[in-house]
């Protein structure tokens, strides 16, 4: 039909602790959803999967965008821009990308993490 019921689900460290609204066929959802977690300072890995609703079988996964601690490293003031989807199935072709705004918060001693999804296409 040319469009998708994308939701997203947030993993750290590949356990999953969000889950969004489905946004009902578009392939440019607006969410429009703040959630707050506690990151452990020992984490790895944020990972962003969009997913595609499906009433008759299993949702597919549409990709997913991957922040590591070495990106924030790399980003120590943090980072904005465009991130491409990678394939999570070597056998699907993935398209889309999001924009994301990642921002390293506070001092030394009680530093945040601030993740937005801006937009996704």
Not at 17 to 42: C, D, M, N
Not at 67 to 90: A, Q
């Amino acid at each position: 039909t040319g469009s998708s019921d994308p939701y997203c689900i947030v993993k750290i460290d590949d356990e999953a602790i969000i889950r969004t609204a489905t946004v009902w066929k578009t392939l440019s959802p607006f969410w429009g959803e703040e959630y707050e977690v506690q990151l452990q300072p020992s984490f790895h890995s944020i990972s962003i999967y969009v997913m595609d609703e499906d009433a008759l079988s299993r949702d597919d996964v549409i990709g997913k965008v991957c922040i590591t601690r070495d990106m924030l490293v790399e980003h120590p003031k943090g980072y904005s821009g465009w991130m491409s989807l990678s394939e999570v199935d070597p056998d699907e072709e993935v398209q889309g990308e999001i924009h994301l705004r990642v921002e390293v918060l506070g001092s030394q001693g009680s530093r945040r993490l601030h993740c937005s999804v801006l937009e996704a296409r």
